[in-house]
């Protein structure tokens, strides 16, 4: 805390030493409702459009929201978006899904960082841990509602999360960031980006944080987490017609956790504090170019590594993908797109305790095209259909199409949208080929009964049609709103499956209980989606927001004894409510405050929660700005969602921390 403080000292006296070269930021609070509305998207059918005529559930975080978050990591972040359930599971782990399904490895969301999928393929998921990455070089998050699956493909089932970071062009200069305070014991970011050549530019950055011990449940925490991060980017315009993007990161994660012997609880686990080490890199080349005929085309090409133990096996993932994509103009009334792809994934998983994979190693080829077509049907409707293909290595070919349909009439502020959607969530290697146990239970001194879990390698791809109903409006100069409403049937839905039963003579003797993967559920979800908001005055901004999901699920076997892996009765709440106030109290002090209601979970033992951030900031000179911001304010600790497998869960702390941002 005292080298922190030492930061945040020289940083003020070198503050009115330094010359500027970055303008202040952009303050939303004096933008219009029509410019805000007019915010283009790139997310949804891969190409800019309008984020007021976009045909699809979408809402973009920008800088400006990122900025007065006051949040220090992405799942922070993503509490603003209405329909994104996000969830804490200790201090370095989080259950994020869209309507719906969510876990600490939520299967149906595709994550995104300037086009390069996060998604894991060994388990189907995300890793948020490995993603925290310097919040002010983010341009944009564009948060897709529903499925993606036509122009992103397999596991963009109930959403995309698309991180969209700035360009270097925009961010010549120096940046320091120093924090520290009650939980956040330390966060130090040091970025410079200047001019490369005559026609290029490119940024450097390294950041560290150190982030303390949440609360347990019946004993001390064990959930220090600490991360070193590291990376540039740079872009160029080669020719008038021709450009070139390359960016790049290293990162090291150190972590504690504590965890149980096996993925079920019960009375008789022995819990274990471990630590958890992750690092990996990556590095990502984008080539755009434009055709005489005006048409662009862009090949992207990215390579992802990482190497993580966790529950003391280490785990490896290799990833090679190469995208290649074309946007052209068929006629006066179609906009056409299409692309290629092609991924190769090597992963492995030494042997060990407690999880194993058959075989250790292995590698999969994932090979996909798609094609998408907006067509002007009048001046006021739009249909888009699309259509993707794709080979992979665990079910074959899957074909994912969607239709959507937006009206707006020319000059009108509002627009009315419908889309019909099929999407799957393809099988990982967890599903095909893990070994893991998930109980020991001693019924004598002589007896216990043993739970484990095998993969099927004939597991097949869950799937889900999806129906949804829109509408976007400019109520008022001040005022505008946004609805979508769902519903959604899924099936082949993962399920666990018992094998038969075994009896191991020794001592003790164990009544094996082998269970396997299977597809025997169903579901059906509805619900929707409300925000609003409101520049109340010139200096006030109001936006609040409301979610509903509902789900129903059954197996297609009544009869049969499987069980769903994912407890959607339970792990999801029904109702959820964020309030977001930007207050601007002089020219330089600002005021913020976010208010995150999550209703208690259906048959589930997380009781309802609600969750208050406020910070305060105060700019001196264009280019300094100093904040104080509490998280969780409004009780001394909270649990948000329980355990996950084998992970204990603890509970999120009442936390304060200090901020400067210094540009030169």
């Known amino acids: 805390m005292r080298i922190t403080i030492g930061i945040l000292s020289l940083a003020l006296s070198l503050t009115f030493a330094g010359r500027a070269q970055n303008a202040p930021p952009v303050d939303l609070t004096q933008m219009n409702l029509e410019d805000l509305m007019a915010i283009t998207v790139t997310s949804v059918s891969k190409k800019e459009q309008t984020l007021s005529l976009t045909a699809a559930a979408v809402i973009v975080i920008n800088q400006e929201d990122i900025r007065r978050s006051g949040a220090t990591s992405i799942p922070d972040l993503l509490r603003m978006a209405p329909g994104v359930d996000v969830q804490q599971i200790d201090a370095s782990a989080w259950a994020i899904s869209i309507r719906g399904f969510n876990s600490r490895y939520s299967n149906k969301v595709l994550v995104l960082i300037d086009g390069r999928a996060v998604y894991t393929p060994s388990f189907s998921g ?149 630590n958890l080490d992750a690092a990996g890199g990556d590095i990502l080349a984008r080539w755009n170019h434009t055709l005489l005929g005006g048409s662009q085309t862009s090949i992207q090409a990215y390579y992802d590594t990482y190497r993580r133990t966790e529950y003391g096996v280490p785990e490896s993932l290799r990833t090679f993908d190469l995208d290649f994509q074309h946007h052209l103009a068929a006629g006066n009334r179609s906009d056409l797109v299409w692309g290629l792809g092609y991924r190769l994934n090597t992963s492995s998983l030494s042997p060990g305790y407690p999880i194993s994979f058959t075989p250790p190693s292995r590698t999969d080829n994932l090979f996909s095209a ?55 969530r393809q099988p990982s290697r967890g599903d095909a080929d893990i070994q893991t146990p998930l109980a020991t239970i001693p019924l004598d001194p002589n007896t216990i009964q043993v739970l484990r879990l095998f993969g099927n390698p004939n597991i097949e791809a869950e799937k889900v049609r999806d129906y949804e109903l829109g509408y976007r409006s400019e109520l008022t100069k001040r005022l505008s709103l946004d609805v979508a409403t769902f519903l959604s049937f899924y099936s082949n839905l993962k399920t666990s499956e018992p094998l038969p039963m075994a009896i191991i003579p020794g001592s003790p003797v164990q009544i094996f209980l082998p269970r396997t993967f299977g597809n025997n559920g169903r579901a059906t979800n509805y619900g929707g989606e409300v925000s609003l908001s409101w520049n109340a005055n010139a200096r006030w901004r109001i936006s609040p927001s409301y979610s509903y999901l509902h789900a129903n699920l059954h197996l297609d076997d009544p009869s049969g004894q499987g069980a769903q892996t994912t407890q959607i009765a339970r792990d999801f709440p029904q109702n959820t409510f964020q309030l977001r106030s930007l207050l601007n109290l002089s020219r330089t002090i600002e005021f913020d405050q976010s208010l995150y209601y999550t209703a208690r979970l259906p048959g589930g033992m997380i009781p309802g929660h609600a969750r208050l951030d406020l910070r305060l900031s105060k700019r001196f000179g264009e280019f300094t700005e100093i904040s104080v911001v509490g998280q969780n304010l409004l009780r001394p600790r909270t649990i948000e969602y329980g355990d996950s497998n084998a992970l204990v869960g603890t509970q999120a702390v009442r936390s304060v921390y200090g901020k400067i941002t210094w540009r030169f």
């Open 126 to 274: 995300v890793l948020w841990d490995h993603l925290n990455m310097p919040l002010e070089d983010i341009e944009r998050i564009e948060v897709i509602r529903g499925p993606g699956a036509t122009v992103w493909g397999a596991n963009a089932v109930n959403g995309v999360i698309s991180i969209i970071t700035k360009s270097s062009k925009e961010t010549k200069g120096g940046l320091v960031t120093a924090a520290g305070g009650s939980q956040l014991h330390a966060l130090g970011e040091l970025q410079y980006g200047g001019g490369a050549g005559k026609n290029g530019s490119y940024r450097v950055f390294a950041k560290y944080f150190d982030v303390g011990n949440s609360a347990g449940t019946s004993a001390p925490a064990n959930d220090h987490w600490r991360r070193i991060h590291t990376g540039f980017r740079s872009d160029w315009d080669v020719t008038n017609r021709d450009s070139i993007m390359v960016q790049g990161s290293l990162f090291s994660n150190r972590e504690n956790e504590t965890v149980r012997p096996g993925f079920t609880s019960t009375p008789f686990d022995t819990l274990t504090n471990e």
């Open 370 to 424: 798609f094609l998408q077509d907006e067509i002007r049907l009048s001046d006021a409707f739009s249909l888009t259909v699309g259509w993707k293909l794709e080979h992979n290595a665990y079910t074959g070919v899957e074909n994912e199409p969607s239709a959507r349909i937006a009206w707006n009439s020319p000059g009108s502020p509002r627009t009315v949208w419908g889309a019909v959607s099929k999407a799957i």
